[in-house]
């Protein structure tokens, strides 16, 4: 079946520009979540859905970021007055109600702030 | 100190040979743990997840836990060159979020 899908695979925006990343889950999980990474580094868990709420929005960075999801399917990440220190890869993984630990990631959006 | 810690590499070795990946993490309560592979370029893909302490084995993956110590392997046997790729970590405590250490980058030599 499908995987997780995420777009665009490849975004470069100026400093300054409000910027949209989405996310496709795989059909039925309930769970999603954004993760960044940026270069030689670890993934950094940013946010989490359960359904259309977000209780967990821990590890957004500022009040510049900010995420929905709509219809318990379809995600987007916003980030608005984007920065150069916001370029990295944003990824979304999804994963059935409970199971925390299978994950299934997208290929990501490659971010660069120009 | 981060919360899991792992070894950036690269680690270079020839196929055929055995590669073996190690983290260590600081929290006590971590209750799963994931081996995730991620080609450059591309999503983590899972691997393997463990709960308990020993040894879980998936053809020639071996994951090993040792919780006394705050200790995680992955084992490859009989690597192959589609084995070159960066090995991610990856720890649950409470909660619905995991933890991943930074990655190590293997290149597994014809």
């Known amino acids: 079946g499908a995987g997780v899908s995420q777009s665009p695979s490849n975004k470069v925006t100026e400093k300054g520009k409000d910027v949209e990343l989405r996310c496709d889950p795989i059909s039925g999980h309930t769970a999603l979540y954004w993760y960044r990474q940026s270069l030689g580094q670890g993934l950094e868990f940013l946010i989490y859905f359960q359904g259309n709420s977000a209780p967990d929005k821990s590890g957004l960075p500022s009040d510049r970021f900010s995420a929905e999801r709509t219809g318990g399917s379809v995600s987007t990440l916003t980030i608005q007055r984007t920065q150069q220190e916001d370029s990295a890869v944003y990824l979304c993984?999804?994963?059935?109600?409970?199971?925390?630990?299978?994950?299934?990631f997208g290929p990501g959006t490659r971010l660069t702030v120009t | 100190q981060k919360e899991v810690e792992q070894d950036p590499g690269p680690l270079s070795v020839p196929e055929g040979a055995i590669v073996s990946l190690n983290c260590t993490y600081s929290?006590?309560?971590?209750?799963?743990f994931m081996w995730y592979r991620q080609y450059s370029r591309k999503g983590p893909e899972l691997l393997m997840y463990?709960?308990?302490?020993g040894n879980k084995e998936d053809g020639r993956f071996t994951a090993q836990v040792d919780k006394s110590s705050k200790y995680i392997s992955l084992f490859i046997r009989d690597s192959q060159p589609s084995d070159s790729a960066t090995y991610l970590c990856a720890i649950k405590a409470a909660g619905n979020k995991l933890t991943f250490g930074g990655g190590t980058r293997v290149l597994v030599k014809p």
């Open positions: 929290n006590s309560a971590f209750q799963y």
């Open positions: 993984a999804s994963s059935s109600t409970g199971l925390v630990y299978e994950q299934y």
């Open positions: 463990t709960y308990s302490s």
